[in-house]
């Protein structure tokens, strides 16, 4: 995680230098895609708004006023819960029981905006309440699998569902690093060490990776996979190099890899055709724009502020030697 701002220098010619272009334009359209849902009357989801917050506070300074504008944009969707959802009604197992709009899910509260807001509070821009908020949220979740991981939302429909693993590594991680800043109760172990205990059985050689969820039996994709393994680098470092290694043996070059690129700098030049496939490929609508482009501006500023003075001219050749 980047503890503190940074204004990045131009780009030079090189490998790296088409990470920070394609930041940059995929923040430009996103930005532009948020204006014109906003002039419809329409709401953006918090989900969207995190990212480009994000992408501000590297590039601008988390206390610059361009990064005001998203911090407080990123106040507005939450829930009265406290948590962050999705802003409309959504039916997550698809069984009838549609959650309403204001329900908090636990995948965006933790991970999709719980890493800006995490980012944020190092760089001196998010006030540790609004850490505190999300940890409190987190711990009041009524339990999946009689209290062996996090339930899916903070809906009653989600209670006492069978654990979804990506849900529990990303809440794990997020009270551990709230606790580690001492903006959690040290009370919040217990429940981190019992989370990631259940991650840990669950995880599956034969795989390389984990199931989507308790019961299933085929791995999960790598849009899923990734945030276990960004999250297990952290609470568990011995599994996560492990599975580290296995998903990228098993998804190579996927998009879904810029997430990880920190941990494993040689996979840049692997993931970047498919990232940057995505993040150009033709939008019809605004929301079509932010679900294509905007979560990638700050991961691959990200990537190339951890990456780029140890390969500086590109990773082919520091995977071949590895």
């Given at each position: 995680m980047l503890t503190t701002a940074v204004l990045l220098v131009p780009a030079q010619p090189g490998s790296w230098a088409r990470y920070e272009r394609l930041a940059d334009r995929s923040y430009t359209e996103s930005e532009r895609?948020?204006?014109?849902?906003?002039?419809?009357?329409g709401v953006v989801r918090a989900q969207f708004i995190a990212p480009l917050a994000w992408y501000s506070g590297i590039r601008f300074g988390w206390r610059s006023a361009r990064t005001r504008i998203w911090l407080d944009k990123l106040a507005a969707p939450r829930t009265p819960a406290g948590g962050y959802g999705l802003s409309v009604?959504?039916?997550?197992?698809?069984?009838?029981?549609?959650?309403?709009?204001?329900?908090?899910?636990?995948?965006?509260?933790a991970w999709h905006v719980?890493?800006?807001?995490m980012?944020?509070?190092?760089?001196?821009?998010?006030?540790?309440?609004?850490?505190?908020?999300?940890?409190?949220?987190?711990?009041?979740?009524?339990?999946?699998a009689?209290?062996?991981?996090?339930?899916?939302?903070?809906?009653?429909?989600?209670a006492g569902r069978p654990c979804v693993w990506n849900v529990s590594a990303v809440a794990a991680w997020f009270l551990a690093e709230a606790a580690r800043r001492g903006l959690a109760p040290g009370s919040v172990w217990g429940l981190i060490r019992a989370w990631r205990a259940e991650l840990a059985a669950a995880y599956r050689p034969d795989l390389?990776?984990?199931?989507?969820?308790?019961?299933?039996?085929?791995?999960?994709?790598a849009w899923h996979n990734v945030p276990v393994v960004a999250s297990m680098a952290a609470l568990?470092?011995?599994?996560?190099?492990?599975?580290?290694?296995?998903?990228?043996d098993r998804f190579p070059g996927s998009a879904a890899n810029a997430d990880l690129l920190p941990l494993d700098c040689a996979e840049a030049d692997r993931a970047f055709p498919a990232i940057e496939r995505t993040a150009t490929r033709p939008a019809r609508t605004p929301l079509e724009t932010l679900q294509s482009r905007a979560g990638y501006p700050p991961l691959l500023l990200l990537a190339e502020l951890g990456c780029a003075d140890r390969y500086p001219v590109g990773s082919s050749g520091a995977r071949a030697g590895r």
């Open positions: 895609a948020v204006a014109q849902v906003e002039s419809a009357g009604p959504f039916d997550a197992y698809r069984d009838g029981s549609v959650n309403p709009a204001d329900t908090g899910y636990t995948i965006t509260g719980g890493r800006a807001l980012a944020g509070y190092d760089g001196g821009g998010v006030p540790a309440e609004r850490i505190r908020q999300v940890a409190g949220w987190l711990t009041r979740l009524r339990p999946a009689g209290g062996r991981c996090p339930a899916y939302s903070d809906s009653a429909h989600d390389g990776g984990w199931p989507y969820a308790a019961g299933g039996s085929a791995a999960q994709d568990d470092p011995a599994l996560g190099r492990v599975a580290l290694a296995a998903h990228l």
